[in-house]
């Protein structure tokens, strides 16, 4: 129903900056919300950052103070600034759905993922 398709990573020295992008296609007028996560090797998949349909924003701890979660229609991005080797990752975008199908339901749609390399 939804497609993402994440874009803007890349290789970056510690203390520079990057901005992903996110374009969500399909059953767009259903998403409610949309967030960022990461994934490091040999780490579990971690929140990043999050925007509801109403604006509210939230951020992990990590990353608070650095990085900015906005949305436009049905793309998301994430400005990351001030960037450190930890926060080296495999980016994921979400966003997540609500409609009707024999009552309301919820669902999760996730991007492939785009590589953040932070070198020190």
């Known amino acids: 129903q939804v497609q993402l398709v994440e874009s803007g990573g890349g290789l970056v020295q510690a203390g520079g900056s990057l901005r992903l992008s996110c374009a969500a296609s399909?059953?767009?007028?259903?998403?409610?919300?949309m967030g960022w996560y990461r994934q490091a090797p040999g780490k579990q998949r971690e929140l990043v950052a999050t925007i509801a349909s109403g604006g509210n924003t939230n951020y992990a701890d990590s990353v608070k103070g650095r990085f900015t979660i906005s949305r436009d229609n049905a793309k998301v991005y994430l400005q990351m600034n001030s960037l450190k080797p930890e926060d080296t990752a495999v980016y994921y975008c979400?966003?997540?759905?609500?409609?009707?199908?024999?009552?309301?339901?919820?669902?999760?749609?996730w991007g492939q993922g785009t590589q953040v390399t932070v070198s020190s």
């Open positions: 979400k966003a997540t759905t609500l409609r009707q199908v024999l009552g309301f339901r919820l669902d999760d749609y």
């Open positions: 399909g059953s767009i007028s259903s998403i409610n919300a």
